[in-house]
């Protein structure tokens, strides 16, 4: 099992950037495949990005291409998301998650972290 902590969400302007972390507990980080997720109110969650155990693939759903970047340090036992040209449609609450799978698939993830919150103003 294993303990998830985001940070990093606020509140933003339209076009400009965040980098959310999420910090794991426990020696089974370099195990799982992380994962983002948001949920916006009234919507059903998404994964928005995923990635490899040892960051040998990289999914990042279509809401993010070209404006997100999945990246992880199994030495920190964090994986971070680099949110760029941020629009108001992202607003959500981020959170990250784990499991033993691939990547790109919601399927895989077992352990959820509480979320942090993003708004983006317009």
């Known amino acids: 099992q294993v303990q998830l902590v985001e940070s990093g969400g606020g509140l933003v302007q339209a076009g400009g950037s965040l980098r959310l972390s999420c910090a794991a507990s426990?020696?089974?980080?370099?195990?799982?495949?992380m994962g983002w997720f948001r949920q916006a109110p009234g919507k059903e969650r998404e994964l928005v990005a995923g990635i490899s155990r040892n960051s040998g693939t990289a999914y990042i759903a279509d809401v993010g291409k070209g404006r997100f970047t999945i990246s992880r340090d199994n030495a920190k036992n964090t994986v971070y998301l680099q949110m760029n040209s941020l629009k108001p449609e992202d607003t959500a609450v981020y959170s990250c998650?784990?499991?033993?799978?691939?990547?790109?698939?919601?399927?895989?993830?077992?352990?959820w972290g509480q979320g942090t919150q993003v708004t983006v103003s317009s």
């Open positions: 426990g020696r089974t980080f370099s195990t799982y495949a």
């Open positions: 998650a784990a499991g033993p799978g691939v990547p790109y698939s919601q399927s895989t993830y077992a352990y």
